[in-house]
């Protein structure tokens, strides 16, 4: 690992998803049936599926992390333009990675 070089590990650029080209709703059906966190993220979209149903709930997304240069900030963005969440709770993280690494 000592023999690596910077440059060797910055030559694959993280691509940020389009969750519009992707049907997840059979892969976290089947996360139902599972155990542990698979089962979590199912139960999760339950909830998240009767919140936004509710038109008196407010959706607060909360992000922790480097969440944007690690792929995830075109979820974000589609999200917000989706009106799927009311309000973003957010570590200096992804703002600092907005600014510097993606600008």
């Known amino acids: 690992m000592a023999n690596i070089k910077k440059s060797e590990l910055l030559q694959e650029e993280i691509e940020h998803i ?9 892969l976290v059906e089947a996360f139902s049936k599972m155990s542990f966190s698979a089962r979590d993220l199912a139960r999760a979209s339950e909830i998240y599926d009767k919140m936004l149903a509710d038109k008196e709930c407010g959706v607060v997304l909360c992000l922790a992390g480097s969440l944007f240069s690690a792929g995830l ?31």
């Open 18 to 26: 389009d969750i519009t080209k992707h049907d997840l709703r059979p």
């Open 73 to 103: 900030k075109k979820i974000v963005w589609q999200m917000v333009e989706s009106n799927m969440v009311d309000a973003i709770v957010s570590t200096g993280a992804n703002i600092v990675d907005q600014d510097f690494f993606e600008a």
